[in-house]
């Protein structure tokens, strides 16, 4: 799969469709009532990893919809408010650090999964920081499919406490 803005002095940050290749639009494959109606954003700057949990995730159901950055990460959040944010940790120029402190500026609430296979000098720093920025999990890699999708489900159900809550009060 290619990503748009890989070389050629395009811009280097691109959306892309999971099915397609590019494109920009969720993807809805319908696979159950849950899943069908959760948004998954993905950051990653790797495009293998990306196509992977796209394919794995699509399959599960999900609409998702990938970054190969942090800043277009965060460009999308802004417009579609996806349910849960899946992020590698390091990443270049924006890295997975900086992205979930900018997005936790944008939504103090946002469900967030990082995911980590880094190693070497500053890696336990790294996760030490994203530890105390809170995200629902953090996942080293690599991790077992059933793994990632147990924790989306549980930022699902934990949202919908918190929705519940509030329609209550």
């Not at 948004?39 to 495009?47: K, M, P």
């Not at 794995?56 to 950055?69: F, K, R, T």
């Not at 990443?91 to 900018?102: C, N, S, V």
Request: aromatic share 6%.
């Amino acid at each position: 799969m290619s990503i748009a803005g890989q070389g050629g002095g395009e811009d280097r940050h691109a959306w892309f469709n999971c099915a397609s290749g590019l494109g920009g639009a969720w993807k809805n494959v319908g696979k159950g009532p849950v899943a069908s109606m959760t948004r998954v954003l993905l950051v990653d700057d790797d495009s293998i990893v990306l196509d992977t949990l796209c394919q794995i995730l699509e399959a599960a159901g999900y609409d998702v919809q990938p970054a190969n950055s942090g800043a277009v990460g965060l460009e999308y959040y802004r417009a579609k408010r996806p349910d849960v944010v899946i992020t590698d940790v390091i990443m270049p120029e924006m890295d997975g650090i900086e992205f979930i402190q900018r997005l936790r500026e944008v939504d103090p609430a946002a469900k967030i999964i990082a995911i980590s296979g880094g190693s070497g000098k500053g890696y336990f720093e790294n996760l030490e920081a994203v530890r105390r920025l809170t995200p629902v999990a953090i996942l080293p890699k690599p991790f077992a499919k059933a793994t990632l999708l147990s924790l989306i489900e549980k930022c699902i159900k934990e949202g919908a406490i918190e929705h519940d809550r509030a329609l209550r009060n």
